[in-house]
């Protein structure tokens, strides 16, 4: 047969997981309710009727039951899947889970809620349900260090012990349930749509163009046949090209704002790079040139992705600075303990009104010098967004006639850092 105290926790917690459920706060606002027991349990030490007598004297759950219930529900805390807060009467946070402390910098116990998220609409709401109780609902746009969105829901919520009007203190729940995957799926295909329709147009069109004139007046013409063969070879590569770029590009919007964790060795990488697109250089009459310090130069981040990034870096130094017959790849540790690598061709220079813009989307210093050589116009877009999901920075420096300089910063990180 179960404990009184087992009843009391189970009674407790089905009426606060169907006080928030009924409040809207959905399955994950339900289990919510949970949490904030636990929080109010290890902030307040009341731990309402029961069996033993709590720190007052008065008739209450022992404090070692007690105890190790809140520290059960306090796991639950770390068991949601969105990021949860628990302030004080005085908007100060008591409790803040894993996601909460992977999204916000310095979420600590004691902390004004308005250090933490610094929005006057989500500010406003909370100061509103400390003052009159009950809860509210707002939209939140985190926009550093990458953009986020959030549909906060705040409620209050009285401890336990006395409950006496006015004897217990006000809790406040704030729970952030992030839709930043879910609004980047739509602006993914929207975009998706817009993008392939218009890039695809012109190959599309050049390869019906190819098909009717085979079908038409060079029917029975072997050498147009075959020179036209090969255009049309040439323009299903490119929009093959096209689409897988854009579908990488895709998938990395998708979870730019999830930063990989795993430990990578930078000068390896840069290497491996190197070797992989050796056969395209020499084939262009171009020598990479690659300087790195001895021993590992660990980051946090995803290899493949960052793979993808000098690749198509080292890339585009091959195919538009050919003329200056090298590509060097620096790699160095910063004063600062982060990493640098530079990737810089000796070609004609990039003109200072497109660097801006180069890492937009189909933006081409010269369109058809871009198609003749293969270009897709993403290159530099996927290079962006791979570092912005890295927490890193692009930087160009070019001058006409001086070649370019594509220089990547890696943050100071360590394995766990957020």
């Not at 697109?277 to 960052?306: C, F, K, N, W, Y």
Request: charged fraction near 25%; aromatic fraction near 4%; hydrophobic fraction near 45%.
């Amino acid at each position: 047969m179960k404990s009184r105290e087992t009843w009391i926790i189970a009674a407790a917690a089905l009426v606060m997981t169907g006080l928030l459920a009924a409040a809207g706060l959905s399955v994950v606002g339900a289990l919510a309710g949970l949490a904030v027991l636990a929080a109010v349990i290890l902030a307040t030490g009341r731990f309402g009727e029961g069996g033993g007598r709590n720190r007052s004297g008065r008739p209450g759950m022992s404090a070692g039951s007690a105890g190790r219930t809140a520290h059960m529900l306090a796991e639950i805390i770390e068991t949601l899947p969105d990021p949860f807060l628990v302030l004080d009467g005085g908007s100060e946070i008591v409790v803040a889970n894993a996601p909460a402390r992977n999204v916000f910098d310095k979420v600590d116990a004691g902390r004004h809620v308005s250090t933490v998220i610094r929005a006057p609409m989500v500010l406003d709401a909370i100061g509103h349900v400390a003052r009159d109780g009950g809860r509210a609902e707002v939209d939140y746009e985190q926009r550093v260090p990458i953009e986020r969105r959030f549909e906060v829901h705040i409620a209050s919520i009285a401890t336990a012990g006395d409950h006496r009007p006015g004897a217990g203190e006000p809790a406040i729940a704030v729970l952030l349930r992030d839709l930043t995957q879910q609004e980047r799926v739509e602006r993914m295909r929207a975009d998706f749509v817009a993008n392939a329709s218009h890039e695809l147009r012109t190959p599309l069109a050049s390869v019906l163009g190819f098909i009717e004139t085979l079908q038409g007046a060079a029917r029975n013409d072997a050498r147009a046949r075959e020179e036209f063969l090969e255009l049309m070879r040439t323009q299903a590569a490119r929009m093959a090209r096209l689409i897988d770029d854009l579908l990488s590009l895709n998938r990395i919007e998708l979870n730019a704002h999830l930063r990989p964790n795993d430990q990578v060795d930078v000068a390896q990488v840069v290497g491996h790079v190197a070797d992989v697109m050796g056969p395209l250089a020499r084939e262009s009459g171009v020598e990479i040139v690659v300087t790195a310090p001895e021993g590992r130069l660990d980051a946090r981040g995803d290899r493949d992705e960052l793979v993808q990034v000098f690749q198509n870096l080292v890339e585009n130094a091959v195919k538009y600075g050919a003329s200056g017959k090298r590509v060097d790849l620096q790699c160095e540790r910063r004063d600062d303990g982060g990493i640098r690598v530079t990737v810089r061709d000796h070609g004609p220079g990039i003109a200072p009104e497109h660097v801006p813009r180069l890492t937009e989307r189909f933006y081409r210093v010269d369109v058809t010098d871009s198609r003749q050589k293969g270009g897709t116009g993403l290159g530099l877009a996927i290079v962006k967004h791979i570092l912005n999901r890295h927490r890193a920075k692009l930087a160009v420096r070019s001058r006409l006639g001086e070649g370019a300089s594509f220089i990547v910063d890696l943050p100071v990180t360590t394995i766990g850092d957020q």
